[in-house]
């Protein structure tokens, strides 16, 4: 029985839920789709991710609206995947934040991960004409950037933890609070996308970089807020048990100079058993094995994807096991 194309066939609604972790502090969750955020300045908003359309980003926009008007100064994009960045018009910032990787990405591949991402998750365009083009920083930074959020709010830390989900995830870390939000670097019970990743790095410095901060809780890129320090511990644990399986039965694979069906074999049997049932687990898993494959083979800067690149892979991974 032939697998349909990746998230092709999630079409049916997700509940969202919103959260408040303190005051000011804010989360969007929706049962695996990607998690959007908010941090309250002193007489205005940061707001952490834009979602995949500007109708999809004014449903959270609306959701805000009900806690506070004050306007959106800063909008801190993690990395530079569609389903992040493209609702971003809607928030009307006066600055764009994000790495200096993730705007070079964005010139090197938007317009293809545009293309790629509507392909495989239709559900998360909402109204894809609303999209006025590629979205592009006006402010970037290569290891960290500090917003003081005024009165007696504190400040946010924005900071480059290493490679990992992409050459330049960033997270959003408020001390006072001890509260992160980690983007695709960690996940919540929801399975991980490496398509694009640098997997030794994510799964060693990177995540120790991450779990240094000892954050109270943590917003993952997807799934539930991991609230209170042994379930932040427990989501890192997760990702960095994800990438370690991967790596290494599609490393065992490769070195025993087996085909690329025989490592996404092996790593489907071997992950399967505790992140199957998460979300977009069958969906990310062919690309996942692809980008490691290709990192074994020594390409070290990821190749770039493609809608037709995505159907070929699928076709030859997912639909074989």
């Given at each position: 029985?032939?697998?349909?194309?990746?998230?092709?066939?999630?079409?049916?609604?997700?509940?969202?839920?919103?959260?408040?972790?303190?005051?000011?502090?804010?989360?969007?969750?929706?049962?695996?789709?990607?998690?959007?955020?908010?941090?309250?300045?002193?007489?205005?908003?940061?707001?952490?991710?834009?979602?995949?359309?500007?109708?999809?980003?004014?449903?959270?926009?609306?959701?805000?609206?009900?806690?506070?008007?004050?306007?959106?100064?800063?909008?801190?994009?993690?990395?530079?995947?569609?389903?992040?960045?493209?609702?971003?018009?809607?928030?009307?910032?006066?600055?764009?934040?994000?790495?200096?990787?993730?705007?070079?990405?964005?010139?090197?591949?938007?317009?293809?991960?545009?293309?790629?991402?509507?392909?495989?998750?239709?559900?998360?365009?909402?109204?894809?004409?609303?999209?006025?083009?590629?979205?592009?920083?006006?402010?970037?930074?290569?290891?960290?950037?500090?917003?003081?959020?005024?009165?007696?709010?504190?400040?946010?830390?924005?900071?480059?933890?290493?490679?990992?989900?992409?050459?330049?995830?960033?997270?959003?870390?408020?001390?006072?609070?001890?509260?992160?939000?980690?983007?695709?670097?960690?996940?919540?019970?929801?399975?991980?996308?490496?398509?694009?990743?640098?997997?030794?790095?994510?799964?060693?410095?990177?995540?120790?970089?991450?779990?240094?901060?000892?954050?109270?809780?943590?917003?993952?890129?997807?799934?539930?807020?991991?609230?209170?320090?042994?379930?932040?511990?427990?989501?890192?644990?997760?990702?960095?048990?994800?990438?370690?399986?991967?790596?290494?039965?599609?490393?065992?694979?490769?070195?025993?100079?087996?085909?690329?069906?025989?490592?996404?074999?092996?790593?489907h049997t071997a992950l399967a058993p505790e992140y199957g049932r998460w979300p977009i687990f069958e969906?990310?898993?062919?690309?996942?094995?692809?980008?490691?494959w290709d990192e074994l083979d020594g390409v070290d800067w990821p190749r770039i994807w493609t809608a037709?690149?995505?159907?070929?892979?699928?076709?030859?991974?997912?639909?074989?096991?």
């Amino acid at each position: 029985m032939v697998k349909p194309f990746a998230s092709s066939a999630d079409t049916g609604p997700k509940v969202e839920t919103f959260v408040e972790l303190a005051d000011g502090v804010y989360a969007l969750t929706a049962e695996g789709d990607p998690n959007v955020g908010a941090i309250e300045g002193e007489d205005f908003l940061v707001c952490f991710e834009a979602r995949a359309t500007p109708v999809a980003a004014r449903r959270w926009l609306d959701r805000l609206r009900e806690r506070t008007d004050k306007p959106v100064r800063y909008l801190v994009l993690s990395h530079y995947h569609a389903v992040r960045v493209l609702g971003a018009s809607a928030f009307g910032a006066a600055e764009i934040i994000t790495h200096d990787a993730t705007r070079a990405l964005i010139a090197e591949r938007g317009k293809q991960d545009w293309d790629s991402e509507y392909g495989r998750m239709p559900r998360l365009f909402e109204d894809p004409d609303s999209i006025p083009g590629l979205t592009w920083p006006t402010l970037t930074f290569s290891d960290r950037l500090t917003i003081p959020l005024g009165g007696d709010r504190g400040e946010l830390v924005l900071a480059w933890c290493g490679r990992g989900h992409t050459a330049g995830d960033i997270v959003a870390w408020l001390p006072r609070h001890r509260i992160m939000f980690a983007g695709d670097l960690v996940e919540s019970q929801a399975a991980l996308y490496t398509g694009d990743a640098f997997h030794d790095d994510w799964a060693t410095s990177t995540l120790d970089s991450v779990a240094a901060f000892e954050a109270r809780a943590l917003v993952g890129g997807r799934g539930a807020v991991a609230d209170g320090t042994d379930a932040v511990a427990a989501a890192i644990a997760q990702s960095r048990h994800f990438l370690d399986e991967l790596r290494r039965t599609v490393r065992w694979v490769h070195d025993d100079g087996g085909a690329l069906a025989d490592a996404f074999r092996a790593a489907h049997t071997a992950l399967a058993p505790e992140y199957g049932r998460w979300p977009i687990f069958e969906h990310c898993l062919p690309f996942n094995v692809q980008r490691y494959w290709d990192e074994l083979d020594g390409v070290d800067w990821p190749r770039i994807w493609t809608a037709e690149r995505d159907r070929e892979v699928w076709a030859a991974l997912q639909e074989s096991a």
